[in-house]
DNA sequence: GTACTATCCGGACCGTCAGTCCGTCTATCC
DNA sequence: GGATAGACGGACTGACGGTCCGGATAGTAC
């Protein structure tokens, strides 16, 4: 069965509104009720459509994050198939920087979303984006240098773009800092092995 | 004025009642409700000794890294000052892996209770603790590579310890790992500039 | 021991919010 | 036009963080 019209539209209207109140205001300041109010539908229908508040930051997310999820496997290089490892890895830590300042508010509603989760595997790492990105990324090291841990050196990349970081860096209009740091850790750690004890 | 018998020792019940309670059920399971009653007293004690929610956890977690703390500036080295930057910031990923795998649900509870703080700058990076762990970092780092933007790479690296990547590794028994990892990071991004392009 | 007071105690109370429930309504199909 | 699956909305619930204040008590002075 087909989702019905006025479904389809409420569905827009939550979507809009939460995204709207959610920029006004911050993480903390919205409460589902408002975003019922001010999407013009009852409160029952947010939740019949999201299942709670992670959902519904769960579909915003992933609405603005989808198109780059399919750029890395469809898309053209170097963000997609077909450049070596370190100029995707880039690519991709220069499309996840974007996204990440564009939407800082909007990610920092689903990350604190899904701290408040129930189930005990919560948390970030669950999540299916941030597996996709995970995946990928740990996928780019591994392929570069197959002596690192790349699963884990994944895990460390992806972390300092926690809303928090970013939150913090924007604050003071330095998003492009974060980026240019990271470019280098990358590139740091994808050079070729050098002779050194301690390697991992 | 000296704090009151009665007023210490119900301080003392309720710092243990909550890391009991905390160790127990998870982090989003205990309610200042069930601490206040566990130690024993009225839930307005536990109120007027620690403000809120988030004073409680941070005087735990305080309570557990004070003496690292102090260690930082007035230990021994390799910890305290007098080795060089490298040996200093290993002893210091060693301590603080250690602490963080010992008190993942403390640590995960003062950070989801300041996320779920009011004020405009809470978030992890302004706790004080935060702050004086990523001083130290920050400062080892610009001591060795002073051309590296050892801030950013300071919040980077302690990013790691986000008690959520420290919970995920521990659920498999991999802290070890993670301490591996981390030496690996800091020998090589603080051993001396190689001659290669992009650097920060 | 008594009296006095600064401080603390406890738990009833409040406001808010996520999430549920169910009687009513309506888009869709025939 | 009528039947019905599914959607609608908003009152209701339960839980929780935080406040308040009348009553209790540690500490002190004598």
Redesign the interface.
């Known amino acids: 069965m087909v989702e019905r019209a006025d479904a389809a539209r409420n569905r827009r209207a939550i979507l809009l509104a939460a995204e709207r109140l959610l920029a006004e205001r ?1 993480v ?1 300041h919205v409460s589902l009720d408002e975003v019922a109010a001010a999407a013009g539908v009852g409160k029952g229908t947010v939740f019949r459509r999201f299942g709670n508040r992670t959902g519904l930051m769960r579909a915003l997310v992933e609405q603005r994050t989808m198109a780059m999820i399919e750029a890395l496997s469809d898309g053209p290089p170097p963000l997609g198939p077909g450049a070596p490892p370190l100029e995707r890895l880039i690519a991709f830590l220069d499309a996840v920087t974007e996204l990440a300042t564009a939407n800082v508010a909007l990610i920092a509603a689903y990350e ?1 979303a899904l ?4 189930h ?1 595997e919560r ?3 669950s999540s299916p984006l941030y597996q996709a990105w995970h995946r990928h990324v740990a996928g780019l090291i591994v392929q570069a240098r197959p002596d ?2 790349g699963e ?2 994944a ?2 990349l992806l ?2 773009l ?1 809303s ?2 970013v ?3 924007l604050a003071r209009g330095e998003s492009e ?2 980026n ?2 990271l ?3 990358a ?3 994808l ?1 070729a092995p ?1 002779t ?5």
């Open positions: 911050g903390e604190h701290t408040n989760e129930e005990a948390s970030r790492q690192l841990d884990l050196l895990h460390i972390g300092s926690h928090d970081l939150r913090h860096l800092r974060l240019r740091t470019r280098y850790l590139s740091t750690l050079a050098a050194r004890t301690g390697s991992a």
